[in-house]
């Protein structure tokens, strides 16, 4: 079973960038398609951004296309998130998340496994 772990949030200010970076062990990242999800305190959980198996297709949310960029490194097993121009609606705890499926998801209940999460907090 994969595990995966987040890292990268923290506090910035408005207008700045953060990488977020996930691991993965027990299991080979090129299996699977990744995610990048937000929660925000009282709201549901977002899709952020999600890419194939081999990075040749991506998915933005409108809300962050042009700004956050996914990537991954299949030989380090590492995906990240490059999140520039944040702003303070970009406040939320990020997860990472496994999909064993072929398809480019963008529903959370697709995927099989998470990270913990890492908090972002976008000061204005």
């Known amino acids: 079973q994969i595990q995966l772990v987040e890292s990268g949030g923290g506090l910035v200010q408005a207008g700045g960038s953060l990488t977020l970076s996930c691991a993965a062990s027990g299991g080979t990242l090129s299996n699977y398609v990744m995610g990048w999800f937000r929660q925000a305190p009282g709201k549901d959980r977002e899709t952020v951004a999600s890419i194939s198996w081999n990075g040749g297709r991506t998915y933005y949310a409108n809300s962050v296309k042009g700004r956050f960029t996914i990537s991954r490194d299949n030989t380090k097993n590492t995906v990240s998130l490059q999140m520039d121009r944040l702003k303070p609606e970009d406040t939320a705890i990020y997860f990472c998340?496994?999909?064993?499926?072929?398809?480019?998801?963008?529903?959370?209940?697709?995927?099989?496994?998470w990270g913990q999460g890492t908090q972002v907090t976008v000061s204005s």
């Open positions: 998340a496994a999909d064993s499926g072929v398809g480019l998801s963008t529903r959370a209940e697709t995927y099989d496994y």
